[in-house]
Nanobody, 127 residues
Framework: QVQLVESGGGLVQAGGSLRLSCAAS????????MGWFRQAPGKEREFVAA????????YYAGSVKGRFTISRDNAKNAMYLQMNSLKPEDTGAYHC????????????????????WGRGTQVTVSS
């Protein structure tokens, strides 16, 4: 089992920045891939970014590419999401996710590709 705890959310004005953190505990084999999904009220969950341990591959949603940067500290079993140039449409609950060695890179954008989910941290971007 893997437990994921997010932190770093908050209220920020459009154009501002936030840095989200995700702390993982439990089986490190369960964090081969880690990433972020977000969900706004009344909308479906949306893939944001993911990073794979080992080859260091990263994946981004088109809507955040160039503004958000995902990184990992494997020694600390932690993951970060640096969010710059935030927009009101970035508002939502951001959930940390993780997947074990059965992770298929071709499915990086699918919620079903991830085995573990955190409870989320709220990000609100005001216009």
């Amino acid at each position: 089992q893997v437990q994921l705890v997010e932190s770093g959310g908050g209220l920020v004005q459009a154009g501002g920045s936030l840095r989200l953190s995700c702390a993982a505990s439990g089986r490190t084999s369960g964090t081969y891939a880690m990433g972020w999904f977000r969900q706004a009220p009344g909308k479906e969950r949306e893939f944001v970014a993911a990073a794979v341990r080992g080859d260091g591959s990263t994946y981004y949603a088109g809507s955040v590419k160039g503004r958000f940067t995902i990184s990992r500290d494997n020694a600390k079993n932690a993951m970060y999401l640096q969010m710059n140039s935030l927009k009101p449409e970035d508002t939502g609950a951001y959930h940390c996710v993780a997947a074990g060695l059965t992770f298929l890179p071709g499915n990086y954008y699918a919620p079903s590709a991830y085995d573990y989910w955190g409870r989320g941290t709220q990000v609100t971007v005001s216009s």
